[in-house]
């Protein structure tokens, strides 16, 4: 069964062979951050999910990072 | 920057009726001290203990420990910003009393009841196998035993708790102001023959930015989520870089590690003899996105690079698997601009040590030296004496965790040992055979 996995340690979840890996936001919060307006924060919530979404439909070789449409701007 | 660090090794110490330093004995006035201690109006008691090697005692409830140093000309003070104004140090001649430290026991009703904030503090064992895990097995150790009035915040109580410290540490200190230290060390990093090798140490530090206390702080401001910061060596040596004093447990570092620095004084001795020491870059670490991880990384390399860096030798402090991989990528991100780096870490490895010994791995790590792992059990036999702040009948190093008692054998993670089975800056002189 496909699982794309989504969290903030993107590089470290495909050293530990987790084929479909998505690059969440930050490790309190991959998917999504409370920072922001509710509005922008469903946005960003979307298009983590999504990117998730399409990556459950995609044949990959072995592990793989999915970056989403987002903008990191917090260390 | 030049600085004369004078060593005044002590013996022995005795308790008497005025303080004072002399032929390697330290004899103390108690009561002047736990008066100096109760001048914080944040103290409701104060009192003193002395442990020394061999003696089969137990000191238990441990925040920081802290080496006596006192600053006798030069500018500024030993821990600028915390004893007196906020001051570049490192020059001029500071008094270092060695072979003895202060250590606080200390207790406060905490606000913060779980997780890694929220700490009971921890062991010292003075004899047996805890005493070979911990630098403090082979001092004397005076530990004040301090307790806070109720009400005080989190960072109140790192405060208070200190201030003790310090200000007891200096007043010892204080005693060899006008005697001749038995040896001088000078440190400076003069111009040097250009065709040394040109080294840098990158001194990661784990801080916790949402915390009262960030863990590290320079010049006493806790280091929160900086770009890594260029320092002279010196300043470390004269307490530039301080600890949370609420922590303790062998997993975090003391005030002490960092001012007896041993990887620091051991690079600039070889300063002009067989390498070029460009300086300390302290580089925060737990950045919490790869993103902030990759952002201090390459900044890290690059200041490495702008110094004419050839070589790096990196450290990491605090048990964290999310600061390991901020370091690892800064190992490759140096090596990646031509530095050969070094890289220095305790292992994971699990309790038998057949588990992944480390969370991540860049393939440009290619020199690394173990510094201990701190999953292994040690069990610790019955003490004769137990020293700590109010009721030591039971104890904990983690608030969560099920309280025992130090009186009698038990068999512990080497965390709860300061410093946990871990030697991260190569004060110990353990070692591991290959089966």
Sequence with gaps: MPVAFITAMSTMAKQLGANRVITGTKIPHPCGDPTLSAEADKALRRAIVICALEALQKDVAGPTIFVPDITFTSG | ?435
């Design chain 2, 1 to 435: 920057m030049r600085l004369e660090l004078a060593t005044f090794s002590l013996r022995d110490i005795q308790f008497g009726s005025h303080t004072a330093c002399s032929k390697g004995t330290l004899t103390i006035n108690k009561d002047e001290l736990a008066k100096l201690i109760l001048e914080d109006k944040r103290v409701s008691s104060a009192d003193l203990d002395v442990a020394y090697p061999g003696e089969k005692t137990r000191i238990v409830k441990i925040h920081d420990v802290v080496e006596p140093r006192v600053k006798v000309s030069g500018p500024g003070c030993v821990f600028p910003g915390i004893l007196g104004p906020v001051e570049t140090v490192g020059e001029g001649r500071t008094h270092t009393l060695s072979g003895i430290t202060v250590m606080t026991s200390a207790e406060y009703r905490p606000t913060i009841l779980s997780g890694t904030e929220a700490r009971s503090g921890g062991i010292v064992d003075m004899w047996g196998p805890g005493a070979s895990l911990t630098p403090f097995g082979a001092t004397i150790n005076i530990v004040l035993m301090v307790k806070l009035i109720d009400g005080v915040t989190e960072l109140e109580a790192h405060e208070a708790i200190q201030s003790a410290e310090f200000r007891v540490a200096r007043r010892l200190a204080e005693t060899t102001r006008n005697l001749a230290p038995e040896g001088v060390e000078t440190f400076e990093l003069s111009i040097c023959d250009p065709s040394l090798p040109r080294v840098v140490y990158v001194l990661t530090c784990l801080t916790e930015w949402h915390h009262a206390h960030s863990l590290i702080a320079y010049c006493g401001l806790p280091i929160r989520e900086s770009l890594p910061t260029l320092m002279h060596p010196n300043e470390l040596l004269d307490g530039t870089i301080t600890v949370d004093a609420r922590r303790g447990g062998g997993i975090f570092t003391t005030t002490w590690i960092w001012m007896t620095h041993p990887i620091v004084l051991e690079l600039l001795r070889r300063h002009g003899k067989q390498l070029n020491f460009l300086g300390v870059i302290l580089q925060r670490t737990r950045f919490e996105t790869e993103f902030g991880k990759q952002v201090s990384a390459t900044c890290v390399s690059q200041m490495a690079r702008l110094l004419g860096a050839e070589g790096a030798v990196i450290t990491r402090i605090v048990t964290s698997g999310n600061n390991f991989v901020d370091v690892a990528l800064t190992v490759q991100a140096l090596e990646r601009k031509g530095i050969k780096t070094v890289f220095l870490t305790p292992e994971w490895g699990g309790k038998d040590g057949n588990e992944l010994p480390l969370v991540f791995y860049v393939p440009e790590a290619t020199a690394m030296v173990s510094t201990g792992s701190f999953e292994r059990d040690v069990t610790v036999p019955k003490p004769d004496k137990v020293i700590g702040v109010g009721d030591t009948r039971l104890v904990n190093v983690y608030s969560e965790d099920k309280p025992f008692s130090p009186r009698d054998e038990v068999t512990l993670p080497s965390s709860f040992l300061m410093t946990g089975g871990v030697d991260w800056f190569g004060h110990l002189t353990l070692t591991c055979e290959e089966n």
